[in-house]
């Protein structure tokens, strides 16, 4: 089975500042990855994906991931926070282009992201 | 456009009272699925189904149900059966295998 860990309920930044959103994954096959934003009270939207080839991914509204397999890990960055970045943020993994399961993704907890003025 | 439409946004329940979310999507998707989310959990998958007239269970299904006799409708039932329904009902939908498109819930209330 596969599983999410997202590092940080809670990441607070000032505007302009660097935003850095950690996720690790465990899985027995190479995993597809997502990043999710979530707005109060609305839908997720997807920010980026990877699925093969290039490790670094690029997103809307200039996030950014990286795929590190060595690392398990898939953390989103940008380089410089903007108010209306706050939000929550999902990270979720898939098996099931790999064939290792089942269809359906499997989220982290999400982060909270604070931008401070 | 294409999307996919949950209503109502907001529902309030009484105590051993049946509700139905509804989740529409035109996507035209094989996919649908149900997430409860509640703050500091994530999302946690209640039922899923990938073709009409078929549906599995997810990880916390108890005191839920639902149909899919039509490509383009998913309900969900959240039964007296539920003993803490409180939260926020996400609907979603994707070709097998593919991203999810997600409706902007329902948040329900148990008064």
């Known amino acids: 089975a596969q599983s999410v860990t997202q590092l940080g309920s809670h990441v607070s930044v000032s505007e302009g500042a660097l935003v850095l959103l950690r996720c690790n994954y465990s899985?027995?096959?190479?995993?597809?990855l997502f990043w999710y934003v979530q707005y109060p009270n609305q839908g997720l939207q997807l920010l980026l994906k990877?699925?093969?080839?290039?490790?670094l991914v690029k997103g809307i509204n200039g996030f950014e991931a990286e795929f590190k397999k060595s690392e398990t890990s898939f953390h989103l960055t940008k380089p410089s926070a903007h108010m209306s970045d706050a939000a929550e943020y999902f990270c979720?993994?898939?098996?099931?282009?790999?064939?290792?399961?089942?269809?359906?993704?499997?989220f982290g907890k999400g982060t909270h992201l604070i931008i401070q003025p | 456009d294409g999307g996919i439409t949950q209503s109502p946004k907001y529902l309030f329940r009484k105590e051993g009272q049946n509700v139905t979310l509804s989740c529409e999507q035109n996507l035209n998707h094989d996919a649908m699925y149900w997430y409860r989310q509640d703050p500091g959990q994530g999302l946690r998958l209640i039922y899923y189904?990938?073709?009409?007239?078929?549906?599995q269970k997810g990880d916390i299904a108890e005191g839920y149900s639902v149909s899919r006799e039509k490509k383009e409708s998913f309900p969900l039932t959240v039964t007296s059966a539920q003993k803490n329904p409180t939260a926020f009902y996400l609907c979603a939908s994707s070709i097998v295998g593919g991203h999810y498109t997600f409706g902007s819930g329902t948040r329900l209330t148990v008064v």
């Open positions: 990877y699925t093969t080839g290039a490790t």
């Open positions: 189904s990938q073709i009409v007239n078929d549906f």
């Open positions: 899985s027995s096959v190479p995993p597809y």
């Open positions: 979720a993994v898939s098996l099931f282009y790999s064939g290792g399961g089942a269809d359906g993704l499997t």
